[in-house]
């Protein structure tokens, strides 16, 4: 008689085993919702569906084991989904914070600067005031002098004046050779017209009775001739 040996049963991993057993509930559940619903008024309990036990991959009813092996299952699917479910939230909320930030930058871009205040103007500068009199008068023609470039000293001047025409800008001499040729001496420094003429200061008043305009003239006069206002003495 031949020797035959009967072929081994395959071995059935834990993912068949979980896989037939979730077949096999999907099919029983499907059976208690078909029978479930009665056809008339007349169903009773007495034709409803014996309860159905779970069975294993191998259909056999589950042990203990089994149980406890497809709840770990369970459980540990569970797990992945609700990890899986948490990480998209998580990263949802930092997909959301990228793009407020991203908004924030874009928003700071756009405002101008404000600009850099201007500095004040610096203030206009007083003009000089000099008084209306003598002592007014030589110290507007000194400045004037020295930017010029003519030399001459307050002293000079004044000692000067006094002796020409006591300090008065109108005085006229009408007894000299001058005035016997026709033109007089005139103003505080006693100059005539022809001499104002030649040594008339530019930016002072073409008047040679004016205080300011006789002085500087008379001055650029007697440093031409003498070397300074300060070297007259007399006559010039």
Same mark, same amino acid.
């Given at each position: ?19 037939? @057993?979730?077949?096999? #509930? ?15 008024? %007349? #169903? ?10 779970? =069975? ?9 084991? *089994? ?13 992945? =989904? ?8 998580? %990263? ?5 914070? *990228? ?6 930058? %874009?928003?700071? @871009? ?7 205040? /201007? ?6 500068? #007083? ?10 008068? !030589?110290?507007?023609?000194? $400045?004037?002098?020295?930017? /010029? ?5 307050? %002293? ?19 007894? $000299? ?19 104002? $003429? ?13 205080? !300011? ?15 300074? !206002? $300060?070297? =007259?003495?007399? @006559?010039?």
């Amino acid at each position: 008689m031949p020797n035959f040996t009967l072929p081994r049963p395959a071995r059935l991993t834990r993912t068949h085993k979980v896989s037939a @057993a979730l077949v096999a #509930t999907a099919g029983c559940a499907a059976a208690l919702a078909f029978t479930a619903a009665p056809s008339d008024a %007349e #169903t009773t309990a007495a034709h409803a569906p014996a309860a159905v036990k779970p =069975v294993s991959a191998n259909g056999l009813p589950m042990t203990a084991k *089994d149980r406890a092996d497809d709840g770990k299952q369970a459980r540990a699917v569970a797990s992945s =989904v609700a990890a899986g479910l948490k990480g998209s939230t998580v %990263e949802k909320q930092n997909h959301a914070a *990228d793009q407020a930030a991203n908004r924030s930058v %874009e928003r700071k @871009a756009l405002v101008a600067p404000k600009a850099a205040p /201007k500095a004040p103007k610096a203030p206009k500068a #007083t003009p000089k005031r000099y008084a209306n009199n003598l002592d007014g008068w !030589i110290r507007e023609s000194l $400045d004037i002098m020295k930017a /010029k470039g003519i030399p001459g000293s307050y %002293e000079g001047l004044h000692r000067n004046i006094m002796r020409e025409s006591s300090g008065n800008p109108n005085a006229v001499n009408n007894w $000299d050779i001058n005035a016997i040729n026709g033109v007089p001496s005139k103003g505080l420094l006693q100059v005539i017209q022809p001499t104002f $003429d030649a040594y008339h200061v530019a930016g002072t008043p073409n008047k040679l009775t004016d205080p !300011i305009a006789n002085i500087t003239a008379a001055a650029n006069y007697a440093a031409d001739r003498y070397g300074s !206002i $300060d070297n =007259v003495d007399s @006559a010039y």
